[in-house]
């Protein structure tokens, strides 16, 4: 039996997000593509939801509500009171097992309090029924309203959890849902020998090591110390990936042709100062990436320097094509995806 979903993602990528739904869920029908979030129909179940790494939160779809721009979260959260088939289907979608929720809401993606004493009274008329029990700190299940800025509002029941990043991730490291979209986009194959050669933390190479079949996964990067702490950690995460110090602007121990993809998010000069020529590192890196791809190989790069990656990929037409570009946003920064293929 197929159930309706929504799920919400990194902002910018809904053509990529479609498309992948529509390859890895059973008899998916798409209802609703917006910035950030999709709604559709699946014969899926929610386990295998879970599963998609390039996806940030997903629900059980309850209703959208248009119009609502003019409402506050205590009008909505009384639609929920009023409402007996939502609840009815948030009991039908979690019957069988005993679980605990709890309320949220947002408005434009800011979390917002409510009132106490609403809340209580939803709370009563969502565990009427069997069940359902609040937990207010810790509960598997969360009932979400959700204003958006376009005017409607979606409600819904968060069924997946997100590690604290905040907690496990290593300071300006990529979110997981990014790097898995960063790799996906390289069209990635079990026999391609991958680099990322800007590789930082080197959540880009776990990502496409763990994520994706392989034949070599390549990581390096100019600083030592990254790429000694890489090492540390590729060995507690039994990843088969070789890690070298390496300078992007010139790959002197990759020969011509050798690599099949280049996924990469180089230094974008917006943090703090730096001493490095911008200008010169997108020249001279894109030289070496062209020279290290084979033959339709896919270059990915992650940055917010636009206008400078353009005027550089343009020094390179020759060799190096354009196919896509995705706008997204970085930690809250303006950010650009650039595909680009190499040409025969």
Not at 227 to 246: D, F, M, Y
Request: hydrophobic share 40%; with cysteine.
């Amino acid at each position: 039996m197929s159930t309706i979903f929504y799920s919400t993602f990194i902002t910018g990528f809904e053509k990529v997000i479609e498309e992948a739904l529509l390859l890895r869920l059973k008899k998916v029908i798409v209802q609703t593509v917006g910035d950030g979030f999709i709604v559709y129909r699946t014969d899926s179940s929610m386990d295998d939801i879970k599963r998609l790494k390039f996806l940030n939160n997903s629900f059980v779809f309850l209703k959208k509500m248009e119009g609502t721009s003019g409402k506050t979260i205590n009008d909505l959260l009384l639609e929920v009171i009023k409402d007996k088939a939502m609840v009815r289907d948030i009991h039908t979608a979690f019957k069988g097992k005993r679980h605990t929720i709890r309320i949220r809401a947002s408005v434009e993606n800011q979390f917002v309090g409510v009132d106490k004493a609403l809340q209580k009274k939803v709370e009563q008329v969502l565990i009427g029924q069997g069940n359902l029990t609040v937990d207010r700190s810790l509960a598997d299940l969360e009932l979400w309203v959700s204003m958006r800025k376009e005017g409607f509002t979606l409600f819904g029941v968060r069924f997946t959890k997100r590690a604290n990043y905040e907690k496990t991730l290593a300071k300006g490291e990529l979110y997981p849902e990014l790097t898995y979209l960063l790799c996906l986009l390289s069209d990635p194959k079990k026999e391609d020998v991958f680099l990322d050669p800007f590789c930082g933390s080197g959540a880009i190479a776990l990502q496409r090591a763990s994520s994706f079949p392989c034949k070599q996964v390549l990581a390096g990067d100019v600083d030592a110390s990254l790429v000694n702490a890489l090492r540390k950690r590729i060995e507690r995460s039994r990843n088969k990936i070789t890690v070298g110090r390496w300078d992007a602007r010139k790959l002197a121990t990759f020969d011509t042709a050798s690599v099949d993809a280049v996924v990469t998010d180089p230094p974008w000069g917006n943090y703090g100062t730096t001493d490095i020529d911008l200008d010169a590192l997108y020249h001279d890196m894109l030289i070496e990436f062209s020279r290290v791809l084979k033959p339709y190989g896919t270059l990915v790069v992650l940055t917010a320097q636009y206008e400078l990656f353009e005027s550089k990929l343009a020094d390179v037409e020759e060799s190096l094509v354009l196919i896509a570009q995705y706008h997204t946003l970085v930690s809250g920064r303006k950010a650009g995806v650039f595909v680009v293929k190499r040409a025969p």
